[in-house]
Nanobody, 129 residues
Framework: HLQLVESGGGSVQAGGSVRLSCIVY????????LGWFRQAPGKEREEIGR????????YYTDSAKERFAISQDGAKNIVYLQIDNLKPEDTAMYHC??????????????????????RGKGTLVTVSS
């Protein structure tokens, strides 16, 4: 039974940083794609980036390249999202996602907003000015 559990959200001042964590439970594939996206109230899902557990650099959307960084701890099945220089417009529910299909971890899938197969419930980040 696959489960993704995010943590690390909270209230942060603008200009600050936050590191979100996502623990992946129950994934039986050797390699899979992990990613982060966010969704603000009343807005559509916004992709941030993806990374393969098999290695390689993360993929990011153009809007995320400057302030967002995805990393992973393979031994612990954890994927992280570091956000620096937070802005009020970063206020959103942040979700991690997973997908066993190799095609999910491509620039094309990220940039065409192809949803990943599994997602967690999210962790809320609120940025105050």
């Amino acid at each position: 039974h696959l489960q993704l559990v995010e943590s690390g959200g909270g209230s942060v001042q603008a200009g600050g940083s936050v590191r979100l964590s996502c623990i992946v439970y129950g994934f039986s594939y050797d390699n899979y794609c992990l990613g982060w996206f966010r969704q603000a109230p009343g807005k559509e899902r916004e992709e941030i980036g993806r990374i393969s557990t098999g290695g390689g650099s993360p993929y990011y959307t153009d809007s995320a390249k400057e302030r967002f960084a995805i990393s992973q701890d393979g031994a612990k099945n954890i994927v992280y999202l570091q956000i620096d220089n937070l802005k009020p417009e970063d206020t959103a529910m942040y979700h991690c996602a997973a997908d066993p299909k190799p095609a999910a971890c491509t620039n094309y899938a990220l940039r065409t907003n192809v949803a990943m197969e599994y997602r967690g419930k999210g962790t809320l980040v609120t940025v105050s000015s």
